[in-house]
């Protein structure tokens, strides 16, 4: 296979989100907000503080994407109301079952622990995905080749994992991208292509599933690109990561049991 077949869509086709969210199912998607949801998330009490116990969203995807992908707490689960419920609502925000047990409850660490992954962890995870690479991560390669109708080969991927804010530190509207992509031609000054000249810049920024843009983010990157010289494209990036295992085991041992 071709990397013209690896890499779906047309490259430089605008990303047009909305209209993504205008295919999911209709809603209002109504959401109880628990007390034991709030007892273990300041922000889901917050909001229940805010907006009561009942949240009413677009569609289930939307009420996800609010209340479980957006929210650093791995415990928080949607719970389908029962087709009898007499309550006004389509599920229940809960808590669910803790993979947390107390410690004098664990073995001993040298067997073996077993962990949930956060939030913030499986965003992590996602970024790692170009940021273990210090040049030509194969995603970037892919779109590169197609985009430029240019043999990969003829050029380097260079990344920088941590790119100036755009909108300025100071602003509270600024965004800070995960990483800028920079294509550099290969040339005969320059055959591996490290300094070459460069063809593309790539500004990135990289989700995880239907994780939601964070505040005024998706303004400042509209406002970068309307900015931007014609070699410049912010790229937003999702990572789909359901295959990957939510939780992990970890064995802890000090060098002298290694022995």
């Known amino acids: 296979m071709s990397w013209r077949d690896e890499w779906p869509g047309i490259p430089g086709e605008p990303i047009d989100e909305e209209s993504e969210e205008a295919d999911e199912e209709e809603g209002p998607y109504r959401v109880a907000l628990k007390r034991s949801a709030c007892e273990v998330s300041p922000a889901v009490a917050s909001r229940r503080e805010d907006a009561g116990e009942i949240v009413t969203y677009e569609s289930r995807e939307a009420a996800t994407r609010k209340l479980l992908d957006s929210i650093d707490c791995p415990v928080l689960r949607l719970q389908e109301a029962a087709p009898n419920d007499p309550a006004p609502v389509d599920a229940y925000l809960i808590k669910g079952r803790e993979l947390k047990p107390d410690p004098g409850e664990r073995g001993p660490p040298q067997d073996g622990w077993t962990h949930q992954l956060g939030a913030q962890q499986v965003g992590a995870l996602a ?113 789909d990561l359901d295959a990957v295992p939510r939780h992990y085991d970890v064995t802890i041992r000090t060098v002298d049991e290694l022995q």
């Open 127 to 239: 970024e790692a995905v170009f940021g273990a690479h210090s040049d030509d991560p194969p995603p970037i390669v892919a779109y590169a080749a197609r985009q430029l109708d240019m043999d990969p080969d003829a050029f380097r991927v260079t990344v920088e994992h941590a790119p100036s804010p755009v909108g300025g530190e100071a602003s509270s509207r600024h965004w800070h991208p995960d990483f800028e992509f920079r294509v550099r031609r290969k040339t005969a000054d320059h055959p591996y292509g490290y300094d070459g000249p460069v063809l593309r810049r790539y500004v990135a920024e990289v989700k995880h599933g239907s994780a939601s843009f964070g505040r005024n983010q998706r303004q400042a990157m509209d406002r970068f690109d309307a900015e931007s010289g014609p070699d410049t494209d912010v790229l937003v990036i999702r990572v």
